[in-house]
């Protein structure tokens, strides 16, 4: 994955040079990655970059005049116009040195854009690293025994031979309930994510780690005074404008189109044509029949993957495992089959990414979030809604009691939940309308959902227009009751893309339009459905899902699971009793109840994890 990676350790003997090149191969995953890196053992210091030939195409790290100053940086700005009023021609990287020689730590603040970026300032003795509002490109940190190491996979600090890799209980017991973790926590202690809006400063001389939040959502404003046809219009030009900025350059755009609303905002927002446009899954599934529409509707370059069977997973599931390294279980991998005739087609992927969440949802105004009678109240309604309802069904507390193996069963014992109510704890004073939105932001879309970019920017780039940052601003600058329930949302597309509020929303079916057809349409869909249910099956109905992850498991992928769950390599760890491994699996295949997978497939990720990153050498 694109990222910056480095090391700087003033005490020690290790060879620079050799740790930053075996760390640029542990993360090169195909012939088209790309990395530069500069090593000083007398200073003690390596920095570099790796990509994937899109972005960033200049040698890094660039330098100052002087060559006092280098800096790495992955990613892109969007309000370069106003960083290089001097020079337009300058690089991203260019900028940002520039920008920091001026204003310091405080030159993060002023850049708007997805990046990583790291600063080797030989003068001052330190290594800074920043990176944007939504940490858009993840980086892996350890300030260990005097030695900094980061890098946008764990992997490249397990190149560190001297690193101790000790796993974190509090990790596998966030896996097992939530099916990934919370917060900046990784399945190792000492290795943590960089916080979003950050600024992490290594001191060279005390070889010390300082780090310091430069944006907070507490810095978004309230506004409740903006009517509601204002919202609407000013988010349509907002969300407008993001999609032309991110598509109107030299960079081949595509759009991953299904059937719901935000990937058919985008490509329908999308001036330039022809636009690429792709889709996977089943052919009978929801997503493939109403994005075929929507293609046809925008006149887009359509492409569709055909998901027929589960032999994909097992073809990819390495690839995939060494790119999101556990931290995504492989029913998430949708999507990764793709990825190669993408490269081919497209540079940039506008990514639909949690549009729902930031354009507003109907949990954005569940009543026992916004108006919890106090904080406990809303911690366990998060706690839930974390367990069962954002991804599949997890385990159960008496599920999660059964699942350790006795040594460390009573260690593990309400760990989950601790660790929950410890990270929800910060937020708990923000505005009760939207604090628990703003940890579900950091805490589901960051640390499960967006593995989905991290696997995809192994191919091919990405950009989020609903991630823009005047765009979230102003739509959580308003009351969560404007955007609720699609309210906001459905009037933008009804305005902005007329043409696609008329094609149906694969989550119910229904026309995502504000006009009375809505009513109309929704009433026709359900007598349909009725029809079919109690007289005969008369009118075709789609598949919901465009992957039957849970069939797989009962198929194609059995015997690939079983050896895994009830492989001697597993039981001899201790971990799990592998005579309810078992039980649990055979409750899966009995096929009597449904959605049992996401108590089985973090078992099975977690275990893979082990056996690439905790067991053998990262490189």
Same mark, same amino acid.
């Given at each position: 994955?694109?990222?910056?990676?480095?090391?700087?350790?003033?005490?020690? &003997?290790?060879?620079?040079?050799?740790?930053?090149?075996?760390?640029?191969?542990?993360?090169?995953?195909?012939?088209?990655?790309?990395? #530069?890196?500069?090593?000083?053992?007398?200073?003690?210091?390596?920095?570099? =970059?790796?990509?994937?030939?899109?972005?960033?195409?200049?040698?890094?790290?660039?330098?100052?005049?002087?060559?006092?100053?280098?800096?790495?940086?992955?990613?892109?700005?969007?309000?370069?116009?106003?960083?290089?009023?001097?020079?337009?021609?300058?690089? #991203?990287?260019?900028?940002?040195?520039?920008?920091? &020689?001026?204003?310091?730590?405080?030159?993060?603040?002023?850049?708007?854009?997805?990046?990583?970026?790291?600063?080797? #300032?030989?003068? %001052?003795?330190?290594?800074?690293?920043?990176?944007?509002?939504?940490?858009?490109?993840?980086?892996?940190?350890?300030?260990?025994?005097?030695?900094?190491?980061?890098?946008?996979?764990?992997?490249?600090?397990?190149?560190?031979?001297?690193?101790?890799?000790?796993? *974190?209980?509090?990790?596998?017991?966030?896996?097992?309930?939530?099916?990934?973790?919370?917060?900046? %926590?990784?399945?190792?202690?000492?290795?943590?994510?960089?916080?979003?809006?950050?600024?992490?400063?290594?001191?060279?001389?005390?070889?010390?780690?300082?780090?310091?939040?430069?944006?907070?959502?507490?810095?978004?404003?309230?506004?409740?005074?903006?009517?509601?046809?204002?919202?609407?219009?000013?988010?349509?030009?907002?969300?407008?404008?993001?999609?032309?900025?991110?598509?109107?350059?030299?960079?081949?755009?595509?759009?991953?189109?299904?059937?719901?609303?935000?990937?058919?905002?985008?490509?329908?927002?999308?001036?330039?044509?022809?636009?690429?446009?792709?889709?996977?899954?089943?052919?009978?599934?929801? *997503?493939?029949?109403?994005?075929?529409?929507?293609?046809?509707?925008?006149?887009?370059?359509?492409?569709?993957?055909?998901?027929?069977?589960?032999?994909?997973?097992?073809?990819?599931?390495?690839?995939?495992?060494?790119?999101?390294?556990?931290?995504?279980?492989?029913?998430?991998?949708?999507?990764?089959?793709?990825?190669?005739?993408?490269?081919?087609?497209?540079?940039?992927?506008?990514?639909?990414?949690?549009?729902?969440?930031?354009?507003?949802?109907? *949990?954005?105004?569940?009543?026992? &979030?916004?108006?919890?009678?106090?904080?406990?109240?809303?911690?366990?309604?998060?706690?839930?809604?974390?367990?069962?309802?954002?991804?599949?069904?997890?385990?159960?507390?008496?599920?999660?009691?059964?699942?350790?193996?006795?040594?460390?069963?009573?260690?593990?014992?309400?760990?989950?939940?601790?660790?929950?109510?410890?990270?929800?704890?910060?937020?708990?004073?923000?505005?009760?309308?939207?604090?628990?939105?703003?940890?579900?932001?950091?805490?589901?879309?960051? %640390?499960?959902?967006?593995?989905?970019?991290?696997?995809?920017?192994?191919?091919?780039?990405?950009?989020?227009?609903?991630?823009?940052?005047?765009?979230?601003?102003?739509?959580?600058?308003?009351?969560?009751?404007?955007?609720?329930? %699609?309210?906001?949302?459905?009037?933008?597309?009804? =305005?902005?893309?007329?043409?696609?509020?008329?094609?149906?929303?694969?989550?119910?079916?229904?026309?995502?339009?504000?006009?009375?057809?809505?009513?109309?349409?929704?009433?026709?869909?359900?007598?349909?459905?009725?029809?079919?249910?109690?007289?005969?099956?008369?009118?075709?109905?789609?598949?919901?899902?465009?992957?039957?992850?849970?069939?797989?498991? =009962?198929?194609?992928?059995?015997?690939?699971?079983?050896?895994?769950?009830?492989?001697? =390599?597993?039981?001899?760890?201790?971990?799990?009793?592998?005579?309810?491994?078992?039980?649990?699996?055979?409750?899966?295949?009995?096929?009597?109840?449904?959605?049992?997978?996401?108590?089985?497939?973090?078992?099975?990720?977690?275990?893979?994890?082990?056996?690439?990153?905790?067991?053998?050498?990262?490189?």
């Amino acid at each position: 994955m694109s990222g910056v990676f480095g090391v700087a350790d003033p005490t020690s &003997q290790i060879d620079m040079r050799c740790l930053a090149g075996r760390m640029a191969a542990a993360m090169s995953h195909r012939e088209w990655f790309v990395s #530069d890196h500069v090593a000083d053992d007398t200073r003690r210091v390596a920095l570099g =970059r790796i990509g994937i030939g899109i972005f960033n195409t200049g040698p890094q790290p660039v330098w100052n005049t002087d060559r006092t100053i280098a800096l790495a940086m992955a990613g892109e700005f969007y309000n370069r116009d106003a960083l290089s009023l001097h020079d337009p021609s300058l690089t #991203d990287e260019q900028i940002a040195l520039d920008l920091y &020689q001026r204003a310091g730590d405080d030159f993060a603040r002023r850049l708007n854009g997805a990046f990583v970026i790291a600063v080797w #300032d030989i003068p %001052r003795r330190r290594i800074v690293i920043a990176n944007d509002r939504f940490g858009l490109y993840p980086t892996y940190t350890t300030c260990r025994a005097g030695r900094l190491i980061f890098a946008p996979e764990v992997k490249g600090i397990l190149c560190d031979d001297t690193f101790e890799r000790k796993l *974190d209980p509090t990790a596998l017991a966030q896996y097992m309930r939530f099916q990934h973790l919370l917060g900046e %926590r990784t399945f190792f202690e000492d290795i943590q994510l960089l916080p979003c809006a950050s600024v992490l400063v290594y001191d060279l001389d005390s070889a010390t780690c300082r780090l310091q939040p430069y944006w907070t959502f507490d810095d978004i404003p309230y506004r409740p005074e903006v009517g509601f046809g204002e919202a609407v219009e000013e988010a349509g030009g907002l969300l407008r404008r993001a999609v032309r900025r991110l598509s109107g350059d030299a960079y081949r755009p595509g759009v991953y189109l299904s059937g719901g609303l935000d990937s058919r905002t985008i490509v329908g927002m999308t001036e330039r044509r022809p636009i690429v446009s792709l889709t996977y899954g089943e052919r009978n599934c929801r *997503d493939v029949q109403i994005a075929g529409r929507i293609a046809r509707a925008v006149g887009s370059d359509h492409h569709w993957f055909d998901l027929p069977d589960g032999h994909w997973v097992t073809t990819h599931v390495d690839f995939h495992l060494a790119l999101t390294e556990g931290f995504h279980s492989w029913i998430h991998a949708h999507g990764i089959t793709s990825l190669p005739p993408a490269r081919q087609m497209i540079d940039v992927n506008l990514t639909g990414w949690d549009g729902g969440t930031v354009m507003g949802h109907a *949990d954005s105004v569940e009543p026992l &979030q916004m108006y919890a009678v106090d904080d406990i109240a809303l911690i366990m309604r998060m706690f839930y809604l974390f367990n069962q309802e954002y991804t599949w069904p997890s385990l159960l507390e008496g599920e999660e009691s059964l699942l350790y193996a006795e040594p460390i069963r009573a260690r593990m014992r309400g760990l989950a939940f601790d660790s929950f109510r410890e990270e929800i704890t910060p937020y708990l004073h923000g505005r009760p309308d939207v604090r628990g939105e703003y940890f579900y932001i950091r805490n589901h879309c960051r %640390r499960l959902t967006q593995n989905l970019v991290t696997f995809t920017r192994s191919h091919v780039e990405v950009r989020f227009p609903f991630f823009d940052y005047d765009l979230f601003e102003f739509l959580y600058s308003l009351p969560a009751l404007v955007r609720g329930h %699609r309210a906001l949302y459905l009037a933008l597309i009804q =305005r902005e893309t007329p043409r696609l509020a008329y094609i149906p929303y694969d989550h119910d079916e229904f026309l995502p339009t504000t006009t009375p057809l809505r009513d109309v349409h929704a009433v026709i869909v359900k007598l349909r459905r009725r029809i079919n249910r109690h007289w005969r099956r008369i009118f075709v109905e789609h598949n919901t899902l465009y992957a039957d992850y849970e069939g797989y498991l =009962r198929g194609d992928l059995r015997e690939w699971a079983e050896g895994i769950l009830y492989d001697r =390599r597993t039981a001899e760890r201790g971990l799990f009793d592998p005579a309810y491994v078992r039980a649990l699996m055979q409750r899966h295949l009995s096929g009597q109840e449904q959605w049992t997978i996401g108590k089985i497939t973090p078992i099975i990720t977690y275990e893979m994890m082990l056996r690439a990153l905790y067991d053998g050498k990262a490189h």
